[in-house]
């Protein structure tokens, strides 16, 4: 199939849904420029339809391989990375000081989607990179930053992100790497980690592992993990590259999916030690590793995005060339599938998805960027507070909603799907891990609901919700007669969430156990209807434009009533089902208690 | 992981939820004995489990294999498949006259559920032969039964159903396949066939294939289709083998999933035809394919059982050993995850859907039955008309539970459920075929709207859904306090799914693309409220069991209020996007219009 970067839909999202347009002119420090904003997507998306997007069929069917140590990257994965490397894709977010172009966090999401949809394993690389380049800019020493970040920002070199180990997944407690200082200054670690994103490969000429372990005598618990610098090849105070560390790559994984992407056992300190440099204070280790996580977690979110768009682009076209029965249409040939109304919701489904999801990570980038570069303090706080809101979200609906799509995507192809060379599967099997990885779905429902619902005294979440019920007034008010019942179902959906908000906020004092019972519903309750209020916003938007006699962008009235009637009615079931607690969940022990 | 058979599940299912001692009691005429059935599906359960389940990931990795013509099928399937055979289980709904048992589809739908649990790749081969066999009992000639059956039945010879070709998948219109009388009274056929399960192996003697194919100047579509017999190797008066026919393997497919099941292109007739028989009469072999067709979507919802049971077990046990994080309960060390309520939600959630699908997959069985061996003509018809009405919902909610289920087995094993080595992924995979062959999920949304909502002027799905109430009512009056809020919740899906009903009952008449726009979610509407009432009453048998005296089956009350309390409550938002109608897809243009 041919794949294109949806560039014009990313371009729409971040005007109408985030209002980049008015952030830059108004609200952010710095000098930008959306034409110029626009045309760096643009570009992106340029090379990534015509240079990346080629080599995710046969980075799935060949995949990475190991031997002895060693990693071989797909065909074209390495030839294809330093072409991006040099054309300075690697410095979309990172600070010009080291070389970086300093863009908004929201040219930067727009061009994670970009990079994703091309191809899942080869984008890995990059966010990894990605992540390892915030944990380092915003702890590491001068010294640290001076050697490191100016070749990693280049994408001469990239990097990792070393938290996992056998016993210990998304619990950190249990991490037991062990770190000692050596007389040098600079310390040895010992341990083995798993799953480690491209903790080996040949497309850089060095690796920067960021190295969660423990100090001797360091506190038990997460309380007691130091973050840790150490490269593949150790680097000269000049920045030349000198001998191999005590690091290796012991094995990569087979697995469902991102076949492209070596998943690596990282083996450190098999002789004297991987020698390391600590990055921030001892024994704050998970602070700085938190910076690497939340921006991984909305790039995550984003390849939900972005594997749905995909598995949309290809099930599209299928739907279009394949003919199978006869339409309402009439006629005497057989119709393209595309005319049978159920192909059409599957279609109009997985498209809806694309975009409300597509706009709770503009949102939440959006977010971010003014919590970066907002006027004042309060603004920033604010700022901070929604993006820290809007991330799990971000995260896990958008995840959820990819893995829908791509089986969406499956299921259009009919018996097609099911085979390995239509490609639709890889889709499905690439998506699975977003779900996964970066704190399994259920843990950011946990976050959502603990940790982020009583941000700023619960008005955060209010406020949030606000901004819904703005939305289905502006529609109400404002809104065509295209719509449909959009405002009507977007209010109930609001009121919904309004009062399963409640009832959560209530028993965070009194009863944990029913917010926890009850927080990946919330979580995709929250999901769905802020998407259905991005969709909404679009339309207005599309209807704007329209009265100023552009009618071009008017079908989003149409994907934004399809959703509100199609999709977002059961946000009252899931309310309620949310509100009845832990109680249903009491007896899981005799319920579960034999496998028979 | 060990797998074990849900005997005993299943047998409290036939009993509680089918009332399958009540029919062989009084309903049914045959000489049958619960004690008796109980023990056959023992013993199926201890084979599959012993001998079958053992060869489930080998299967997956080594998979079939293609090589000039021949299949191999993967390491210990040849062997398996003998004893299965030799032991009679090829048998179980056959009739006496060939051999077979003769036992009520009930036993049969618990056997396939059996083999399917322990290898959907192994159990396809016998699924396949028992459509064939069940097409050529109603339809063929004597001369074909005595020739063909008693080998069949007894599994020395496998069958296959032959329908597909590469330009006619779901739509049989587009058969070319052409059949050309010979003076020896036999026909020749040649053509090319595409998506044959088994249609060339090295587990028996020889292979029947029934073939839809063209006569010189039949008429155009589907009324133009006979349906053929032609063997691998001719068969002699006296039933020896003889000389191979003009049939042969082409290649096999590289699927997503079953890897273990050789998916054929069959060529027919590359140099003098192959020698085939009509099987009923010209032009009528759409009919004779539906009784294979139909037999097959109930036993292919069945596979979403089995997949979704399989993948339950291996989550559990995985849940109950995994440690991560503190839970609830306190204590020092790390919490095995199912004691987070999370964990316990995903896997009472599985364990639902599988008791919700099995009781449907049961409750059409029992139609079934009723239908071949009710008393009165009245109470055949009826019952058939339930088994016609219950098919599509058998098929295709069960196998969206079976994915659905399969992708929750993978999300509660973490990074541990992307790494195919676990097995979790593996489930997931197989799965995702049951919702696609055997027509596409979509199409059985379809059947039921509109050709299962009339059948008997409204009767049928008015009976039915009056069920659904009565269970409600019983719940409300004699169900005890731990159903919780069960009979308001189930009452208020079947008032959904009633008003659904009715609403789609009107668009028959006068708005077909309403009642196309809404099928499938109708269909999982249905499913979810009457799975809803499967559990209530294995709830409800439970607390009566207990009554007497026996407590150990009380923990299904618990499961039903679980799935009525945390799954059901959507019910009336689907009806609500149900009534929606054809109106939120009519823009479909343009919302599809480009891909960007």
Redesign the interface.
């Known amino acids: 199939m041919t794949y294109?970067s949806?560039?014009?839909?990313i371009l729409f999202s971040l005007k109408a849904v985030a209002g980049l347009p008015e952030l830059i002119a108004g609200k952010l420090d710095g000098d930008f420029d959306w034409d110029t904003l626009a045309s760096v997507i643009s570009e992106a998306g340029r090379f990534a339809t015509e240079e990346i997007a080629p080599l995710n069929r046969t980075a799935d069917t060949v995949g990475a391989a190991y031997e002895n140590g060693a990693v071989t990257t797909p065909p074209g994965f390495a030839d294809a990375y330093r072409r991006w490397a040099e054309a300075g894709w690697g410095g979309v977010s990172a600070p010009a000081e080291f070389g970086g172009m300093g863009l908004p966090h929201l040219v930067n999401v727009a061009c994670t989607e970009i990079w994703n949809g091309a191809s899942m394993a080869f984008a890995l690389c990059p966010l990894l990179t990605e992540g390892a380049i915030g944990a380092l800019k915003t702890y590491g020493a001068r010294e640290l930053l001076d050697r490191y970040l100016e070749p990693m920002i280049a994408g001469r070199w990239t990097g990792t992100m070393n938290l996992?180990e056998p016993?210990a997944?998304?619990?950190l407690?249990?991490v037991r790497t062990r770190a000692e200082r050596a007389d040098d200054g600079a310390y040895r670690l010992f341990g083995q980690k798993i799953?480690i994103t491209y903790g080996e490969h040949d497309m850089a000429e060095n690796i920067v592992h960021l190295v969660l372990a423990r100090l001797p005598g360091a506190p038990a618990g997460t309380r007691g993990l130091s973050l840790f610098l150490a490269p593949k090849f150790l680097v000269d105070a000049d920045g030349t590259l000198g001998a191999r560390n005590d690091v290796r790559c012991g094995s990569i994984?087979?697995?469902?999916?991102i076949h492209g992407s070596p998943t690596c056992v990282m083996i450190f300190g098999e002789n004297e030690g991987a020698k390391a440099w600590l990055v921030g204070e001892e024994n704050r280790g998970l602070a700085a590793m938190f910076v690497m996580m939340n921006a991984a977690r909305l790039a995550v979110g984003t390849q939900g995005v972005a594997i749905a768009e995909r598995a949309?682009?290809q099930a599209?076209?299928y739907a279009r060339e394949r003919?199978?029965?006869r339409s309402?249409k009439g006629g005497d040939g057989?119709a393209p599938i595309?005319e049978?109304?159920?192909?059409?919701?599957?279609?109009?489904t997985m498209?809806g998805y694309v975009h409300a999801a597509r706009g709770i990570c503009h949102l939440t980038a959006a977010a971010l960027d003014l919590a970066s570069h907002g006027r004042t303090e309060e603004e920033r706080t604010e700022a901070a507070n929604r993006a820290a809101l809007l991330t799990p979200i971000a995260k896990a609906f958008s995840t959820d909603l990819g893995?829908e799509a791509a089986?969406l995507g499956?299921?259009v192809h009919?018996?097609m799907?099911?085979?390995?060379?239509t490609g639709a599967?890889q889709h499905?099997?690439d998506s699975?891990?977003a779900?996964?990885?970066e704190g399994?779905?259920?843990i950011h429902?946990?976050d959502l609901a603990l940790r982020k619902l009583p941000l700023a005294g619960g008005a955060t979440v209010r406020n949030q919700i606000n901004w819904i019920y703005d939305v289905a007034r502006a529609v109400s008010e404002s809104g065509g007669g295209?719509f449909?019942?959009t405002a009507g179902r977007l209010s109930e959906a609001a009121e919904a969430l309004d009062g399963a908000t409640r009832e959560m906020q209530k028993w965070l004092a009194s009863d944990?156990?029913s917010a926890?019972?009850g927080?990946?519903?919330y979580l995709r309750l929250f999901g769905l209807t802020l998407g259905a209020a991005c969709l909404a916003k679009a339309g207005l938007a599309g209807e704007a434009l329209a009265a100023d006699g552009d009618a071009s962008e008017?079908?989003r009235v149409?994907?934004a009533?399809?959703y509100a009637?199609?999709?977002l009615?059961?946000?009252?079931?899931?309310a309620?089902?949310i509100v009845?607690g832990?109680?249903?969940?009491?007896?899981?022990e005799?319920?579960?208690?034999d496998?028979?």
Do not use: C
Request: proline share 6%; aromatic share 6%; hydrophobic share 45%.
């Open positions: 294109r949806p560039v014009s839909d996992t016993q997944g998304s619990d407690n249990a799953f994984e087979h697995k469902l999916g949309y682009q599209l076209e003919r199978q029965g309402g057989m595309i049978h109304p159920d192909v059409q919701r599957m279609l109009m498209k893995d089986s499956v299921q009919g018996g799907g099911f085979i390995e060379q599967a499905m099997r699975r891990i779900a996964i990885y399994a779905n259920g429902g946990i295209a449909g019942a944990s156990e926890l019972a927080a990946s519903s008017l079908p149409a994907l009533r399809f009637e199609k999709l009615p059961v946000a009252p079931g899931l309620r089902s009845s832990a109680a249903p969940l009491s007896a899981y005799a319920v579960l208690a496998a028979i």
